[in-house]
């Protein structure tokens, strides 16, 4: 079976640089290994996903020289096959509503924090730090029927327990350089959010059913989402899905080291394509051969 290997953009901004580069390594390595390339339209996020961002994807990317396997996999059309995720994880025990604003949660955090610093996740966010994974079953039913809107969060420590140790096999490297065989840290990202209040999904549910549900073998994508791979494979164990390999890649950054954001138009492929930079300059201006 030939490699299957993805690009998966969110459609929230226009690609830039750090795009192109991850797109261009996914193309280089599924020709250099006679694999399949897939592109996968992670439009989960109803606020922030827009059209014309989709349709400046593909033309982007065809720009840039790319092919990839018809039909596009986008995740707006699978829902449903997330909502069974969520099943299966609640019928396992794992799975708690919560029913916080942003607001509620960041006033919790502050009131830590005046005691003692409050654990960050990887990504530098506060953890959970509200009580609702205790919440008795009568009060838990009557806030959901009184229509109030709640996300759904994963019970990591009893996840964890149910898991046990994991790990992946990392053929790139993480943000320190990590390397080879790395123990998974699931439990540093607190109980995350599995279905958001306004979807019934999140990232790392709909990345981890759509690598399994497209039979993706190879993920290789930036650093900055290594450490999610913890949770990715745990949700892994939980649901019984297969590993794919991976391979986390370093990050274009900025004149001033910072990781390249959407809206940075001097690094935007269609900015750059305007001033009349070729799809070959942007492969050395990302160092690929
Ligand atoms: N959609 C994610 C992003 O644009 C990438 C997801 C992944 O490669 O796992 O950052």
Redesign the pocket.
């Known amino acids: 079976m030939p490699p299957v290997f993805?690009?998966?953009?969110?459609p929230?901004g226009y690609l830039h640089l750090g795009?192109a580069y991850?797109a261009l390594l996914n193309f280089d390595c599924a020709r250099a290994t006679a694999g399949r390339l897939l592109l996968?339209i992670?439009d989960i996020d109803t606020v922030r996903c827009r059209p014309e961002f989709e349709t400046a994807i593909y033309e982007d990317l065809a720009w840039l020289g790319l092919a990839w396997e018809t039909p596009v996999r986008r995740q707006s059309e699978h829902l449903g096959e997330y909502r069974d995720a969520i099943k299966k994880l609640a019928a396992q025990g794992l799975i708690y509503p919560s029913f916080e604003s942003r607001a509620e949660i960041a006033k919790l955090v502050a009131e830590r924090e005046a005691i003692s610093p409050w654990p960050r996740d990887p990504d530098g966010a506060p953890i959970y730090p509200g009580a609702a994974r205790s919440l008795a079953a009568e009060i838990r039913e009557r806030l959901i029927r009184s229509g109030i809107p709640y996300a759904l969060r994963l019970d990591m420590a009893r996840a964890c327990s149910r898991a046990g140790e994991l790990n992946w096999f990392e053929r790139g490297s993480g943000p320190d350089g990590q390397t080879g065989l790395v123990r998974a840290c699931p439990e540093a990202w607190g109980d995350v959010i599995l279905a958001r209040k306004e979807t019934p999904t999140s990232?790392h549910l709909s990345?981890v059913m759509d690598?399994a549900l497209q039979a993706v073998t190879e993920?290789v994508?930036?650093s900055?989402?290594f450490w999610?791979t913890s949770v990715?494979r745990l949700l892994q164990a939980l649901l019984e899905l297969p590993q794919p390999r991976y391979r986390h890649h370093r990050l274009v950054l900025d004149d001033s080291g910072h990781k390249l954001s959407k809206s940075t138009g001097s690094t935007g492929l269609r900015e750059l394509r305007a001033k009349g930079v070729t799809a070959r300059e942007i492969r050395s201006l990302v160092s690929l051969p």
């Open positions: 993805r690009f998966a953009p969110s929230n795009h991850s996968r992670e990232y990345v690598d993920v994508r930036g900055d989402l999610s990715h």
